[in-house]
């Protein structure tokens, strides 16, 4: 069977979450290979440690942006509400209230 | 006393290559679970919302308990869904395990820091404990041996919990959404970025990281306005990275 058959059936799904595991897996395991060989660098590791808040800015915005004013109004108030309270179903809940109650209003 | 006289010979404090392997035991492991407990509230939360979403995008039950299975990532299977499809190519799966590389190269520092723990023991153990190793075992397992702990059990017992939390609340997340007939309404479409915001939180460690962030939020939005695709995720995310490593130090 080829890719292309394969990739064309019901199996399809399961291909990307594979390659998902796969991908994933090997960011796992290689930080304890490399170690063993190498030493990261100062600057390496500034690097990784900007990278968790950068994806999350990196995706939240354009997103915000695409989805209009009820979603950016929901990111700020999930911001404002994880801030006051560093409660995550608090922050869920009056993000997703203010989408809701801002798209029943007609914005 | 040999050992060190060696590595005095040779010029060198390597640690001596035959290090006894640590021990791994279940006590180990009970205690490990035991210490996600405090944790469960936030990763329950973050379980149920993806599956939720993941719901709402359109996938079957089967295989968002596979992604939460096997990924086992929450933050990356938050992305993935962005970019799910009814037709997949190779383009399109290798874009998606890209994002998913990307949104996990964390987890190499994380596998960095714990590898002097780690490496005294059998390949094939390391490598299980790997496939369970998360943000929330990690940080658990950091404490535990900088305490002086040196039993893997405790990561795995940590690991394994959390896991089982994971997949089973992905699932029940999922049959929720899988209700609301109309996600739309209650705003479960953009689920993803309100919940990524409130994520973004917690991860805040001073001004350094203020002009990354900025540099990774700006870049996405450009190349969101000029690409099409989730391009955006991995340039706003490798544009962060770069300006983190060539920040100026405080």
Redesign the interface.
Known sequence: MT?EAL?AGPA?????????????????????????RVH?TP?????????????????????????GL??MA???A??V???AL?Y??A??MA??????AL??LGL | MSDALTNRAYGCNRVAPRMSSPPCTLRAAAHGARLTLPLL??IT??AA?FGAAAAGKG??FA?VV??SG????G???M??L?LWRD????P???A???V?????????????????W??PAPVSR??LQ??F?TDASWLLGTRYNAEGGRDHGMLFGAGIALWVVWVATTALGYLAGALVTDP?????????????????????KGPR?AR??????A???AV?ALVPGYL??I???L?????????RDD
């Open positions: 890719i990739l399809a799904p399961y291909v990307a979450i594979a390659a998902m595991a796969l991908a994933t897996y090997l960011c796992r395991a290689s930080g304890v290979v490399l170690m063993s990261l600057r390496v590791t500034r690097a990784l440690a900007a990278l968790p808040g950068s994806i999350v800015v990196a995706t939240v915005m354009p997103l915000a942006w695409q989805a009820p979603a929901g990111v700020a999930a911001l509400t994880m801030t560093r995550e179903l922050a869920l993000g997703l209230g203010t989408v809701a798209r029943a | 509230p936030g939360v973050f919302a996938m079957t295989q596979a992604m096997f990924v086992y990532a933050a990356s299977q992305v993935a962005e037709v997949w190519s190779l399109t799966i290798a998606v395990a890209a998913t590389a990307v949104v996990n190269a964390r987890m190499i520092l994380m596998g960095a820091a714990i590898q002097p780690l490496a390391n490598a790997l496939f190793l739309r309404r209650f705003g479960l479409d953009v689920l993803m970025p309100v919940f990524f915001a409130a994520m973004l939180v917690p991860l805040w990281l990354p962030w900025a540099v990774a939020g870049v996405a939005l969101k955006f995720i340039a706003g995310a544009a962060g990275m770069a300006a983190g490593a060539f920040g």
